[in-house]
C-alpha cells in the first residue's frame, strides 16, 4: 500500500509526508494533512510540525521564496516551525521564516508572514491575530446552545441517508450549525 501511495502522489508530482520526514522534516503526532498539502520539497527539512497539527485542503508551507533570484542571484530561504495544536486554514500559505505558536487557528485563505503567537486566530492577507483563541472558543460554544448540533450519523464517514442530508440542509437554512 505504500508504494501504491508512494506512485500515486509522485504521479501528482507531491512527496507524501513520510517521504519528507525522510528528508528531514520533522512532524509530531497526531498530523492530518488534507488533499493538496503542498510542504517545500525543496527545503523540506527547514519544516518543524508541532503534535495535533491540521493542516486543511491545499495549504502550502514555503521554506523557500525566489522572488529575489532575479534580481540578486539568490533566494529567500528560512525555517517553518508550528506549534502544537494548529489548525490552518484551505488555502493559506506559510511562508519562510514563519514561527506559529500553539493553541493556533489560521483562517482559511491567509498569508501567513510573520510569526503568530500562541493562543491566538489569525486571518488574512497578509494574517493578522483578530482574537485570542480562547475568546475565539467561548464565542463559538455560546451559538452552539442555540445552534443545530448533529452527531457524526450526519456524516459522509458514517454513510449519512439522503433523509439525513436534506434535514440538514433544511436546519441549517440562514444559520451555521456544528457537527461532530
Known sequence: MNILKELV???????????????GMKVGKGFKRL??????????????IGDHVTLAP??????????????????????????????????????PGVTIGDRVIIGANSTVTHDIP??????????????????????????????????ETYTLRQNVSMEKRMKQKDELLGKIGYID
Open 35 to 48: 488533499n493538496g498539502v503542498i510542504l517545500d520539497p525543496s527545503h523540506c527539512w527547514l519544516i518543524e
Open 118 to 151: 500562541e493562543n491566538s486566530v489569525a486571518v488574512g492577507s497578509p494574517a493578522r491575530v483578530i482574537c485570542t483563541l480562547d475568546s475565539y472558543l467561548e464565542k463559538e460554544k455560546a451559538r452552539m446552545k442555540a445552534a443545530p448540533c448533529y452527531d
Open 58 to 95: 491545499r495549504v502550502h508551507i514555503l521554506c523557500h521564496d525566489a522572488s529575489t533570484k532575479e534580481f540578486l542571484n539568490y533566494t529567500k530561504i528560512g525555517r517553518v516551525t508550528i506549534g502544537d495544536h494548529v489548525f490552518i486554514g484551505a488555502e493559506s500559505v506559510v511562508l
Open 9 to 23: 502522489y509522485r504521479l501528482r508530482g507531491e512527496f507524501t509526508t513520510e517521504r519528507l520526514v525522510k528528508m
